[in-house]
């Protein structure tokens, strides 16, 4: 079984401090995992994925993740957050091992709101 | 990049007719395409995977016969809301699976931008 938490509904940033979207997966192989962002009323955006190598990932818009696999975490970050950032995020993971669903499943979802 | 577009992008309808939505992978095939609805702020939940050529593969409690989907190539899937009633309005996405054969048969989901469906 594969399952993903976003522990935060919510998260409060000033513009220009640095930001953090937590995310920690259980999966039975090694995972696949994903971050999405949402802007209102639109459909999700592919930031970035993780599946092998590198456990620092660089992605679209400044954004990276780094891979944990001793917390389970691939947490989101940014150096320096824009009013633009502000959306709805999402994690997923996959579960790698053979047989295992081509599905991902995503997370319930982050509200990242920067403040000017 | 991949690139999937929806269509309509909102629809308002009345209570008892069906509604199509058309979701489209404009600049790769995909075999495979997903449904899914989402309610305000609230994670995606998948309705149904929509595979080339093949009938449909539903979620638990999604009724296939209310909401009817097409995969009729490798570009296009259809969802159909049929006689469709207030409870049904929601936010539609489809995506659309991505294979990279030159990646360990890694995949990746590219998103539609959403289709707001509003029955009256």
């Known amino acids: 079984a594969q399952s993903v938490a976003q522990p935060e509904d919510q998260v409060n940033v000033a513009e220009g401090n640095p930001l953090t979207v937590k995310c920690t997966y259980s999966?039975?192989?090694?995972?696949?995992l994903f971050w999405y962002v949402q802007y209102p009323n639109r459909g999700l955006q592919f930031l970035l994925k993780?599946?092998?190598?590198?456990?620092l990932v660089k992605g679209s818009y400044g954004f990276e993740a780094e891979f944990n696999k001793s917390q389970t975490s691939f947490h989101l970050k940014k150096p320096s957050a824009l009013v633009s950032d502000s959306a709805l995020y999402f994690c997923?993971?996959?579960?790698?091992?053979?047989?295992?669903?081509?599905?991902?499943?995503f997370g319930r979802g982050t509200s990242l709101i920067v403040h000017p | 990049g991949a690139v999937v577009s929806q269509h309509p992008s909102r629809v308002i309808c009345k209570s008892g007719t069906s509604v199509k939505i058309e979701c489209r992978s404009l600049?790769?095939?995909?075999?495979?395409m997903f449904w899914y609805r989402q309610f305000p702020k609230q994670s995606l939940m998948l309705m149904a995977t929509?595979?080339?050529?093949?009938?449909?593969?539903?979620e638990q409690g999604v009724e296939k016969d209310k909401f009817l989907i097409n995969h009729a190539s490798l570009t296009l899937s259809t969802l159909t809301v049929t006689s469709a009633h207030p409870e049904d309005s929601s936010f539609y996405i489809c995506?659309?699976?991505?294979?990279?054969?030159?990646?360990?048969?890694?995949?990746?989901?590219?998103f539609g931008p959403g289709t707001r469906l509003t029955v009256l």
């Open positions: 999966v039975s192989g090694n995972p696949y």
């Open positions: 993780y599946i092998t190598g590198d456990n």
């Open positions: 600049d790769f095939q995909a075999t495979t």
């Open positions: 995506s659309a699976r991505l294979t990279n054969s030159l990646a360990g048969g890694t995949d990746t989901q590219y």
């Open positions: 997923a993971v996959r579960d790698m091992r053979a047989g295992g669903s081509y599905i991902p499943t």
């Open positions: 929509s595979n080339e050529g093949s009938k449909a593969t539903y």
